[in-house]
């Protein structure tokens, strides 16, 4: 890409049959003090002539052009091809005043390789000449040579070959005169590529951080890249700037960066344009372009560097398509009114124009100097300016936007503030709401949880005593009762703590038989009088001893053998355990009722929704139990599922993962639990309901010898401080001094005797809150009622151990 200010002159001389007289045009090459070696120049092909000898030869010869490339040349009714070597041959005549004085001799940049000797002397070489193509080797570059010229003739030989590229011959200017003018031409020649290449630099590289800043518009950086790819052809073309600092650097890789700008910048290009615009297969075509220009690269790493020329033949067909494609975009640009269109397509005919001219240059149609470099650097002119017009308006437009979304913001402050005076009233309204809430389930389920202690713990006390059959089944209809009301609690309390994510998993070891034998006791009790049928099944694989939160497990086996018993009237309904990938226990509860459609499958797990209609004859629950259920199991990192055909039955299957215990902890648990240690404990139970008091005692009162009560208040204070005990079990809620109250007193009265004695929360209340807050107080622990004989003696051996 350059810009050669120095024309040569209508009047110049022209060199006829190998010979160029320079002396007649005296006052011209005078003035000029250079001249262009331009004409008919002897040319011998596939000769290498001595430079001693040519200036005897007289006979007839072969004449060529140059500048011209041997390509088209006839000789013996063929023509020459691209590939070969010749010796040109020129016999110059200087003006007088040329003759005794330092001259330069300077031979633009051509495809080939050549030397060249003045009067049998040889002034300069480019590249490696040679007969064959194993020893020549070409490199794109311009030569200067010094000759002084004692004579007013001088005899100019050429020897050039040419087996890498598509073109042959010397198909560039040869210039002859004063060094100053020679140079002259070569400065304004590099100034013209180094402008070019700056220029180039400066647009991709602004255009570049411009989309790293604004990255949104793409446009930035197709340009940017298109820049990029012009840039690095102007480095390797004309005075070869590259070839400065590499001067023997592989020829193939010189024309692969030439070549690649030729490949890739027509599809940049023909996305720079359909970036503002949208159009049928849009992204196809974009792809297609690119796929083309990768194509083309991959084929010219892989060839030999004549077969990359040679692409150009072809390319050049591509590059009009897309260029005229091109334009038909900037057509479309305009009719869809985007502004600075009709200024976009001016650029790209101007382009057009330029590659026509280059095409028929190619194809030796014409002599001229090739001109798409001009047009191409034009069009990146314009279109540079058209992208910096677009930034600037863009930039304006979001500068009003901006102020105009300041004031809104200012407006929106004052409606912010007020909306949030009153969403934090809401807030407040809302907390006082959850709080009442909460307070009246904890109250609730203490006021339940009392008496249900006192009746749970009555039934398992007569449970253990000697009773008749009959009054056995009033004991498991009390066992039933009393189960399906703490579920029910159980279900309720775990609704609130679930909606304030604080549903929580207990892991503990526990047996899964003695779990299973429990839940067996209750519902077998269910069986009776009807033709239902229940069985448990566990498979022999199944580890008994696990750990995990029974608690929980229980919760949900009995919701569910409590839908099954619910919604069948006869055939069975059973429970199965079991052992999946040694991991997973797979617990299933399968029924022969009334079962269900699709429609009520896909919504069983929403919390209140009821599988049956109110006007069945069927018992309505509370419609909670399944979504607990199903959110207990995922807390348990498990599934649940369930498949069920209407009239035919339903089965409901969970699996969730537990650790499996040794044997040998079972043993050492077994052990624990019928250790003598239970005898010589002394443990004090403070609770302000009497028909509590009675029931712990009465669990203990066979294993434990010294067992003390206490109603509370400093009643307990003085209890505690005459004697020493291994374990206190305490209520929370009592009058006069609360258990938070008696532990910091407890905990007072220990340090001043160096001791820590165990103390476990025995509460109503089993809210989220009081967890948190018995734990924080400093509690061994904690048991909510009802309790059972077997849990209090669990934690005393968790303490112990």
Request: charged residues 20%; aromatic residues 12%.
């Amino acid at each position: 890409m350059q810009c050669n200010l120095f024309k040569s002159h209508t009047n110049s001389p022209v060199a006829k049959n190998g010979f160029l007289d320079l002396s007649i045009h005296n006052d011209a090459i005078v003035k000029n003090e250079f001249a262009n070696l331009k004409g008919e120049w002897k040319f011998f092909w596939n000769e290498s002539k001595n430079p001693n000898q040519l200036h005897d030869f007289e006979s007839e010869s072969e004449t060529i052009i140059v500048p011209s490339s041997w390509n088209q040349k006839i000789i013996d009714g063929k023509k020459l091809g691209s590939t070969g070597f010749a010796t040109y041959y020129l016999q110059v005549k200087i003006p007088e005043k040329w003759k005794n004085r330092v001259l330069l001799l300077r031979v633009d940049y051509h495809a080939g390789a050549y030397e060249l000797f003045v009067n049998g002397i040889l002034s300069q070489s480019v590249g490696m000449f040679g007969a064959k193509k194993e020893i020549s080797k070409n490199v794109h570059a311009p030569s200067i040579g010094y000759i002084y010229s004692n004579s007013e003739i001088l005899n100019i030989v050429i020897h050039e070959s040419n087996f890498e590229h598509r073109v042959g011959g010397i198909g560039r200017e040869i210039y002859l005169g004063f060094p100053k003018a020679i140079n002259s031409i070569s400065n304004e020649r590099r100034i013209s590529d180094l402008f070019s290449i700056s220029v180039l630099f400066i647009i991709s590289l602004y255009y570049f951080f411009y989309f790293l800043i604004r990255n949104s518009d793409k446009s930035s950086l197709i340009f940017s890249i298109l820049c990029f790819f012009l840039l690095i052809r102007a480095l390797v073309q004309n005075e070869q700037i590259l070839r400065e600092y590499f001067p023997n650097g592989n020829y193939k890789i010189f024309l692969l960066i030439e070549y690649s700008a030729m490949y890739f910048a027509p599809s940049l290009a023909v996305h720079f344009f359909s970036l503002p615009i949208e159009f049928k297969f849009k992204n196809k075509i974009i792809i297609s372009c690119y796929t083309i220009s990768i194509g083309y690269f991959v084929y010219a790493i892989i060839v030999d560097t004549i077969s990359i020329s040679n692409t150009v033949l072809h390319f050049q067909y591509i590059v009009l398509i897309l260029s005229i494609f091109s334009i038909e975009l900037n057509v479309l640009a305009i009719t869809k009114k985007i502004k600075h269109s009709w200024l976009s397509l001016g650029s790209m005919f101007v382009a057009l124009v330029t590659i026509i001219i280059d095409m028929l240059i190619i194809q030796e149609k014409i002599q001229l100097p090739f001109t798409a470099s001009y047009g191409l650097i034009f069009m990146i002119f314009t279109q540079g300016i058209i992208l910096a017009v677009r930034h600037s308006e863009a930039f304006s437009t979001n500068e009003q936007l901006t102020n105009e979304l300041t004031l809104f913001n200012e407006n929106l402050e004052i409606k912010v503030n007020e909306r949030t005076i009153e969403l934090n009233s809401a807030i407040e309204r809302m907390e006082k709401s959850v709080k009442a809430r909460n307070d009246f389930l904890a109250n609730m389920s203490h006021e339940i949880r009392t008496p249900m202690n006192i009746i749970s713990g009555m039934a398992e006390l007569l449970d253990e005593s000697e009773l008749k059959p009959e009054q056995k089944e009033y004991v498991s209809i009390f066992n039933i009762a009393n189960k399906t009301l703490l579920n029910v609690l159980n279900d309720v309390l775990d609704l609130s703590k679930l909606e304030q994510g604080f549903l929580s998993i207990d892991t503990h070891e526990f047996r899964i038989d003695h779990l299973l034998n429990d839940l067996n006791k209750i519902f077998q009790f269910k069986t009776k009088g009807t033709s239902l049928t229940f069985d448990i099944q566990i498979e022999k694989d199944v580890p008994l001893l696990v750990k995990g939160d029974s608690n929980r497990i229980s919760q949900i086996l009995f919701n569910l053998l409590s839908n099954a018993f619910k919604f069948t009237n006869n055939g069975q309904v059973s429970l199965s355990l079991s052992l999946e990938n040694n991991q997973y226990f797979v617990f299933t509860v399968k029924d022969t009722g009334i079962g269900m459609t699709e429609e009520k499958i896909s919504n069983l797990f929403i919390r209140f929704y009821q599988a049956h209609d109110s006007n069945q004859i069927f018992q309505r629950g509370t419609g909670l139990g399944l979504a607990i259920s199903k959110k207990l199991v995922e807390l348990m990192n498990g599934n649940i599922a369930v498949k069920s055909t209407l009239g035919i039955g339903s089965e409901f299957v969970f699996k969730i993962p537990l650790m499996i215990s040794t044997t040998a902890n079972l043993v050492n648990s077994q052990l624990k639990q019928t250790n003598e240690q239970f005898h010589n404990l002394k443990v004090l139970i403070v609770d302000d309901v009497q028909e509590n008091l009675l029931i712990v005692k009465k669990f203990l009162e066979k294993e434990v010898f010294s067992i003390h009560l206490s109603s509370g208040g400093y009643e307990a204070v003085t209890i505690f401080d005459e004697n020493l005990f291994d374990i206190v079990l305490m209520d929370i809620q009592m009058p006069t001094l609360n258990g938070f109250e008696l532990l910091k007193i407890f905990r007072k009265i220990d340090s001043d005797r160096f001791r820590f004695t165990p103390i476990i929360a025995f509460t109503a209340n089993v809210t989220l809150e009081e967890q948190r807050e018995i734990n924080d107080a400093g509690f061994n622990g904690f048991l909510s009622k009802p309790v059972s004989k077997k849990v209090i003696f669990d934690k005393f051996n968790e303490l112990l151990s």
